[in-house]
Each structure stands twice: as structure tokens, then as C-alpha cells.
């Protein structure tokens, strides 16, 4: 039998977060393949979440789905599901719901859900916290589990967001950093990251390094000597320039010795383009109808083929023209886009 040990009762359980910063060290939203996970019987995955359907209907049914394996920090944390259970109460008897935490062979049921109290939850997803102090510096994995007389007891069990938070007392973050697109050769640009203290101290005295994506080098570094309080942000700029004539993706670290948690101490990659002094005409021929037929792979949604090559186009600092019709004298500009989507009869 696994070991009980319900950190929930069986009301729904909503709570505000705390106004202290956290550190997320565990993050899974399901928007792409899910390796090392394991589905059994009527689980699947769409971008977004997992869900357990009730079709094939089955009777006597057990079924279940098994996360990676996970290590609790030594200072505990929160783990939060974000999942919702819709249930058919015509069919339902004695089916149930659980949350388990693995360990090698060890199961401890920390949550679990009889369907004849009816739905839980939001539609589009509610908040449950479950402690992990039990399980400070161990090696999980996170189950979840229906099982019951027939699986159409419930329309669909949906989760759609796993993630564990901790409280460090040293933790920097390093988040977006912002700076010129484009330079010329020996050209000097001052680029600047924007650093969070996600530690519950303050912070003082850290440095950042600007790398290049194209060999990792280090390119140039930068000290800060403020404070940064919990939860708040500082921006420190690094100076830069390029004798060569070069596209490159830009990058910068943290490197603060009392950081406990270095995984989120590298910040989003920024494009900058060493590009000689002189003039071109770029012209966007944006001639797809205003129809969304390309599929964003970062968010998922359906844009105008032209979205894309603007945004590329902005990101590289390069200015141009937009027109839906063609100019009459094309020729007098040196390079052209153009999006030749839907053409529609009607």
C-alpha cells in the first residue's frame, strides 16, 4: 500500500502567493515534447497541458502518468499544480483522483480527489499547493492518478502547469538584456541586463560577462557595487565593440559567489550586427491576403506571414518600407520581401 500523507483535504484549496520573492526551480507548462515522461491508458498531451480523457471507456480502470525525475533543494519549496477535473456525476461510484511523490519504490500519496464531490477547480486551470519539506534534497518523481469503476466518470482530468518554488537567501536572476542592434566596426555599445533578486537577502557586489553565441567567448564584463533589496530589479550595462564585420547573438552571466541557485544566472540571447557604414533599401512586399497561415513556435498562435519578417527585420536594426502593392518601380531598392500567401477567389 503506499504511504499516505494528504498535505490537502478534499475542498478546493486556492491561495495567493506570498509577498516574498521565490525562486522557480522546477517549471513544466507542456508546450513541448515531453521527454522522460510516461502516459498509461488515457492520457495524452496537447501543447499547453496533459489531460486524461475518458474515451476508450474502460471499466476497472487504473491510469496514470509519471513525470522525470525531479531533486527537492536543500530549502524545501512549494510545489503548485494548476490542473482542473471535469466530472460527469451521472456515471460516477467510487472513482478517484491522486497526486503521489515518488520515490524509487517508496509511493506517498500527497493529494488525492473522490469524483463524487464533482468538479474541481477553474476551467482554465486553479492553483495547488503541496508542501515538499518532507522531501528536502531527495530525488522525485511526480504521479498522477485516476482509477475507479469507469473511466467516464470524468469528461477529462487537465493539468496545465507543474512547478516548484523555493526561497533562497542569494539568488539572482538574470532576465532580458536590451542594447543596439547594429553597430559600426569599432563602434563602442553599452548593452544592459536586467538583473532580479529573487533571495530573500540583499545583494551587493556581483559582476556580469557579455559572451558571443557564435564560440562562447567572453567578450566583456562589467562590475556592480549597489544593492539590489528582495524582489527588486537593477539594470547594469557592459560596454562592448567589434573591429570585425559580423552578424552575432550576444549573451550575458552572472557571476555572484554567494548565488545558491546559478541555473537562471544566464539571460535571453539579443542579435547585434557589426555591419560597414553605408546605405541599402529594404522593401517589404507584404502580399498575403492579411490572412494568419503561419503558426507562431513560440506561442502557438496563427499570424500573417509577414509578422515574422518584420520582426527578424526589427531585431537586426534594419530599416524598410511596407506596402501591400507592389511599387511601380521596384528597382529602386536593393533587397525585397515578399510574403506570396493565401490568394482567396471570393
Not at 516574498?20 to 488515457?42: K, M, R, Y
Not at 492520457?43 to 471507456?57: A, R
Not at 531527495?138 to 482530468?157: E, F, H, P
Not at 507543474?162 to 538574470?174: P, R
Request: charged letters at 15%; aromatic letters at 14%.
Amino acid at each position: 500500500m503506499p504511504k499516505k500523507c494528504l498535505f490537502l483535504l478534499f475542498s478546493v484549496f486556492i491561495f495567493q502567493w506570498p509577498a516574498f520573492p521565490q525562486t522557480t526551480v522546477i517549471n513544466e507548462d507542456f508546450e513541448s515534447d515531453l521527454n522522460g515522461w510516461q502516459f498509461q491508458g488515457n492520457w495524452f498531451q496537447e501543447p499547453g497541458y496533459i489531460f486524461m480523457y475518458y474515451h476508450p471507456v474502460t471499466y476497472g480502470y487504473d491510469f496514470w502518468v509519471i513525470s522525470p525525475e525531479y531533486e527537492i533543494p536543500s530549502t524545501g519549496g512549494d510545489l503548485i499544480i494548476n490542473h482542473f477535473i471535469d466530472v460527469y456525476m451521472a456515471n460516477v461510484t467510487n472513482e478517484k483522483c491522486e497526486i503521489l511523490i515518488l520515490q524509487d519504490t517508496q509511493e506517498t500519496v500527497v493529494w488525492e480527489y473522490e469524483l463524487s464531490n464533482g468538479t474541481w477547480g477553474n476551467i482554465s486551470g486553479s492553483d495547488m499547493l503541496i508542501p515538499m519539506d518532507e522531501f528536502v534534497g531527495q530525488k522525485v518523481r511526480i504521479k498522477m492518478r485516476s482509477y475507479g469503476a469507469q473511466s467516464n466518470a470524468l469528461w477529462g482530468w487537465f493539468t496545465f502547469n507543474i512547478h516548484l518554488t523555493t526561497f533562497f537567501n542569494h539568488d539572482l536572476e538574470a532576465l532580458n538584456l536590451t542594447g543596439p542592434a547594429t553597430l559600426i566596426p569599432g563602434e563602442s555599445g553599452t548593452w544592459h541586463l536586467n538583473v532580479r533578486n529573487l533571495g530573500v537577502q540583499t545583494t551587493t557586489d556581483f559582476s556580469i560577462k557579455l559572451f558571443s553565441f557564435k564560440n562562447n567567448a567572453e567578450l566583456a564584463s562589467a562590475d556592480f557595487n549597489g544593492t539590489i533589496n528582495p524582489g527588486n530589479s537593477a539594470e547594469v550595462p557592459v560596454n562592448w565593440y567589434s573591429d570585425d564585420i559580423q552578424n552575432t547573438v550576444l549573451y550575458s552571466e552572472i557571476e555572484y559567489v554567494n548565488d545558491q541557485y546559478p541555473n537562471n544566472n544566464q539571460s535571453e540571447s539579443k542579435f547585434a550586427g557589426i555591419r560597414p557604414q553605408q546605405d541599402f533599401t529594404v522593401l517589404l512586399w507584404d502580399n498575403d491576403n492579411n490572412i494568419a497561415t503561419i503558426t507562431n513556435p513560440e506561442t502557438g498562435e496563427l499570424e500573417q506571414p509577414n509578422t515574422g519578417i518584420e520582426n527578424a527585420l526589427l531585431a537586426a536594426g534594419v530599416q524598410y518600407d511596407k506596402f501591400n502593392i507592389l511599387p511601380t518601380d521596384p528597382g529602386q531598392y536593393d533587397i525585397i520581401f515578399a510574403t506570396m500567401g493565401c490568394y482567396c477567389l471570393s
